[in-house]
């Protein structure tokens, strides 16, 4: 791999998991993907919950932080109830003052729970609500199903309505299916249900898995409809996108090159890289034996298993030596470079699809420039 | 001073005090969000057909890697 030299940055994202079991059973859910999530406790416990709000105070202070983000996670963080949740964020926001530190809280709900109470404890917490909705009811309900098989729809479309009439901010959250029509997913989501900022998920692939479909068709439709929308709209692929072909940083690790700055705490307090990794493995696949109610943050930076990650999040694969779209791909997302063999040291999974993404994307953006005085 | 830049355009030099624009509101948005204005003269400014611009410019827009760490 092409190795770079960067002083290690300090971790600004911490992904909570106030609950390991869910209320819906997505049949493409990374999460429950690996069985091994169902040793951890249900929700987050008391102990550990006390402990984190510790090991942050400490790890903020230390690390002289002005900004990072906390983000409330699952399973389906709502089973971790309304009390809980309420107690939890004033704590959280507490540290505000503590550490200097200015917290951007969020949740990522399914949505299916939300009703008027729960949209006011996110709204008077200032915590922006993603909601899991991938497109109308017949994209939706392929995948998002309970237990019974029932679609979540109508659910999500109602708790769109209720966070909306509380005034919460909310924004959607879809994973591509690539044989969707990127149109009827995003005017779903913009002129259905009401969101100006969503995000298009690009599905969890590693080089171990069947070769996943062709997508590169779909985010050149969403880039298209973003770009023409006659309303504001902030959806971060396209936003990353268009950063990455200017020549700047992307603002996630699902696509172009970031170094990885995410940890997540799971519900019996095991500390571990970025949550979105898990798709590389099973068997707890991140499992590093930190713990919050032992361990500082600090000591993820040490873990092998860190280190790892971290290096190849900063390191371009081999295979992408000499690409002319190395600078704005970047490798990509590190679940999409895994592969058994190789680990990360592959190129992405989604490869032409990437070269095809950021070469619309580039020639769009070149016919839009010109220079003027500020 | 309006130039309008075309894929392939070598531009030399750019002065001092110029920012690069979009008429994609959407793109616009993004070179507006830091401010972009070249803090030096460039010698050159290159546009090709995968990233835009050069890192010439790209300091510009900021965060450098040494903000960022």
Redesign the interface.
Known sequence: MMTTT????PITGFVLKLASRCNLACSYCYWFEDQAVLRHPRTLRDDVRDALIVRLEDYLTRKRLTSASVILHGGEPLLYGKEKTRELLGRLRALESRTGCSLQFSVTTNGVLIDEEWAAIFKDASCFVAISVDGPREIHDRARVDFMGRGSHARVANAARLLAAAGTPAGALAVCDPTADPVAVADHIVKDLGFRAFEVLIPDATHDDPAPRSLASFYAGLFDY??A?DV??RVRV??NL??L?????SRSQDIGWSPMTGATILTDGSLQPEDQLRAIGSNDPLATGLNVLRDDIDALHDHPLWREIYEASITRPTECRGC??V??CGGGALQNRWSMPRRFDNKNVYCDDMKAM??HV????????????? | MNATISSGTLLAPVPTGLVLRSAVPAVDRILRESNPALAQDADSVVVNRVVVVNTVWSRAFGPTEADFF
């Open positions: 960067l002083a290690e940055p973003v770009t929308s504001a709209l396209v936003d268009i950063r072909a200017l020549g700047r940083r002319d779209y600078e704005s950021f070469a580039g020639a769009s953006i070149t016919n839009s420039l010109y220079l003027a005085e500020q």
